[in-house]
């Protein structure tokens, strides 16, 4: 994962640990949802249309280090 310095505070989002401006951080993106096909489904008449996205998050150093 590559690392960029922030210019704005910031929370990890594996160790809910603040990264202060001019630290290093990295990004990666985690799913929202299941992956359908847009699937539709009926709860008393109200139809909703499942969606899957992907958002970016931000991970600290430390977090960021492959295990």
Same mark, same amino acid.
């Given at each position: 994962?590559?690392?960029? #310095? !922030? ?7 594996s ?6 401006? *001019?630290?290093?951080?990295?990004? #990666? !993106? ?14 008393? *008449?109200?139809?909703?249309v ?17 295990s």
């Open positions: 994962m590559k690392l960029k #310095k !922030t210019r704005k505070e910031r929370k990890c989002y160790c809910k640990s603040s990264i202060i401006k *001019g630290d290093l951080y990295g990004q #990666k !993106t985690i799913p929202l949802g299941q992956k359908v096909n847009g699937q539709n489904e009926t709860f008393d *008449g109200t139809s909703f499942t969606h899957y996205m992907r958002i970016p998050v931000s991970i600290c150093k430390s977090c960021s280090k492959p």
